[in-house]
């Protein structure tokens, strides 16, 4: 019997293989493809959460201080000397406390006392000069240290002030001091379209009158969305801001309102938890994507 040869048998191992090798890589190509999709394009941008922040409403005023009440002190009678100065000018005194003692003219010396407590303010007591009731002050007491700024605030900022509002007064050489607002004078200086406020202050401090000084009066208070100053941007279409929504810029439209260090109040157009451009750019427009990075505490 004739026996022919048996084709060897093609095997389907390498192609199976191959077709399953093809599968994976395609199935394992499409989550990664869409995840290339989502993931974030464009440069890298700094943004920040808004978060909500209280305002200040601060109204300045710049003026020069004064003695709210100064009282004077000399002898009741003339022909006096004097012989001892048991005060000197800068110093705090007591209500009776001797001040000098003076030399009568028959004989014997009578004391000069402080009619009122206070810082004096100036002095002209020296052993051997004359004092009389007549004559140059022996002494300018600020009665109780209490002070005036009298200051100038604008015309447009005048109606905002009332009686009694905090103010924090600075003066050169004696840093930060509380006053109160004690009085708003009536009219306005025509000239210069600005209005007289007295901002009371009571210190035990020696301020030096007639020195130049500007108080800081809080008027009110607001609180809304703060952002930096630095994510505003100011154009001819408006006042806006850029914010990030799923990788991509948006721009808005907003209503600004108050400024504290560094931060504006933001009343329309930016919702607090909005992420928002930290540092807002001609660079970056409408529908660009971008690649957001959370600014740190420090950058803030």
Known sequence: MRHCPRKP?????????????????????????????????????????????????????????????????????????????????????????????????????????????????????????????????????VARSEYDLVGLVATADIKKLAVNQPATVRIAGAGDIDGKVRKIGPTVEPNIQQGMVYIGISTQRRLLLNSSARALIKTGQSCNVAVPLTAVQYSPAGTVVQIIRRNRVETKRVETGLMSGGNIEIRDGVNEGDIVVARAGALLREGDPVRPVMASAETK
């Open 9 to 141: 048998r093609k095997t389907l191992f390498p192609v199976a293989v191959a077709v399953a090798l093809g599968l994976c890589l395609f199935l394992g190509y499409l989550p990664a493809r869409a995840a290339d999709d989502e993931a974030p394009k464009g440069p890298a941008v700094t943004v920040l959460k808004a978060a909500k922040s209280c305002f200040s409403d601060i109204v300045e005023a710049s003026g020069t201080i004064i003695a709210r009440e100064e009282t004077s002190v000399r002898p009741e009678r003339p022909g006096l000397k004097v012989t001892e100065v048991l005060a000197e000018a800068g110093e705090t005194i007591t209500a009776g406390q001797v001040l000098a003692r003076l030399a009568l003219p028959e004989g014997g010396t009578i004391q000069v006392t402080a009619p009122v407590a206070g810082v004096i303010s100036a002095s002209t007591a020296q052993i051997g000069a004359p004092a009389s009731a007549r004559g140059e002050a022996l002494f300018s007491i």
